[in-house]
């Protein structure tokens, strides 16, 4: 339909090292290791009416448990974990 839109994105990342040796085990610390792949779907869809217009979607609409980065500073060593399901709803009007 000319005023109906959907949208949907995945995204996948394999399997990543986290350190410039490709250390393949995690320490004790988890500041190192592999980091596993994980896929993250995301789907949205955009309504026009006129002047308005209305937008929503669902981002990691299977929730994957998933992180993409290992930190050893700040907020303190370990695992960054990555988004849950979230969701967004958005109304536009055009002047």
């Not at 040796?21 to 592999?34: E, H, L, Q």
């Not at 974990?81 to 002047?95: D, M």
């Amino acid at each position: 339909y000319s005023s109906l839109s959907v949208t949907a994105q995945l995204s996948y990342v394999s399997n990543t090292f986290s350190d410039a040796t490709n250390t393949k085990n995690a320490n004790a610390a988890a500041t190192i290791g592999v980091i596993p792949s994980y896929t993250i779907t995301d789907i949205a869809a955009t309504y026009r009416l006129k002047k308005y217009t209305f937008k929503a979607g669902l981002n990691n609409l299977t929730n994957a448990k998933y992180f993409t980065r290992r930190a050893g500073g700040f907020p303190g060593p370990g695992v960054m974990p990555g988004e849950a399901r979230n969701f967004f709803v958005t109304v536009g009007f055009k002047l």
